[in-house]
């Protein structure tokens, strides 16, 4: 069945270091995609997101690339943070409108090693 | 602040024993949802809804129901809950074509 999913469950990086999170999805009808982040005993936040009419974008110290050739989605954090040790999600949009039907992956915990 | 309130958020109940998880957000959103997380399934969503009175089921309906009688509000209702029914879960809201801003999150656990 058709999946958002993740490459790698677990990520270590050292302080200072860029980070990359990885993302596979198979719907190849998906338009809308967001990445949020999840730390221990928080609601998923939202970091930035990305439609599939565009291949890059940038936020602060984040940026998300849509590969839709080969339906892959990236995050990529910058100059990685004690406070960016956490678990990211990305998340796809189903939806028939608009946003609706997010579906989300498993997630990856990435933990920054001072 | 703009947020979305969940209560309680921490549950314990019994089998059987009806219970509602209110959830409220301040923001004018249209879309709210409801997911639950369970270890290694991640967030699957249980209803939405896209404005007052319309509401439609997410990939994991089974066992719950909920109403929009107001935009703000959104309850989660279990009319009769069940240990598989033991997670965490997540109510959130959103503008059409945004994503969601979601709450704290409810530990539910059913014995």
């Known amino acids: 069945g058709e999946s958002v999913g993740l490459h790698l469950p677990t990520l270590s990086v050292q302080e200072g270091d860029n980070s990359i999170i990885n993302c596979a999805y198979s719907n190849s009808a998906s338009d809308y995609f967001i990445w949020y982040k999840q730390e221990s005993g928080k609601g998923p936040q939202f970091i930035i997101d990305i439609r599939s009419n565009m291949d890059k974008r940038q936020g602060q110290r984040v940026t998300v690339l849509l590969n839709k050739t080969v339906k892959h989605l990236s995050l990529q954090i910058a100059a990685t943070q004690p406070g960016d040790s956490a678990v990211y999600f990305c998340?796809?949009?189903?939806?028939?409108?608009?946003?609706?039907?997010?579906?989300f992956g498993t997630g990856t915990r990435l933990t920054i090693i001072p | 602040e703009a947020q979305v309130t969940q209560n309680p958020r921490y549950l314990i109940t019994v089998t059987g024993k009806k219970l509602t998880v209110t959830c409220s957000q301040n923001m004018n959103h249209e879309y709210m949802s409801w997911y639950r997380q369970d270890p290694g399934l991640g967030l699957r969503q249980i209803y939405y809804?896209?404005?007052?009175?319309?509401?439609d089921k997410g990939d994991v309906p089974e066992g719950y129901k909920v109403s929009r009688k107001e935009k703000r509000n959104f309850p989660l209702i279990l009319e009769s809950p069940s240990p598989n029914q033991t997670s965490l879960y997540f109510c959130a809201s959103s503008f059409p074509g945004g994503g969601y801003t979601f709450g704290s999150g409810t530990r539910l656990t059913v014995v």
């Open positions: 998340a796809e949009n189903r939806g028939r409108v608009g946003n609706e039907k997010l579906t």
């Open positions: 809804s896209m404005n007052v009175e319309v509401t």
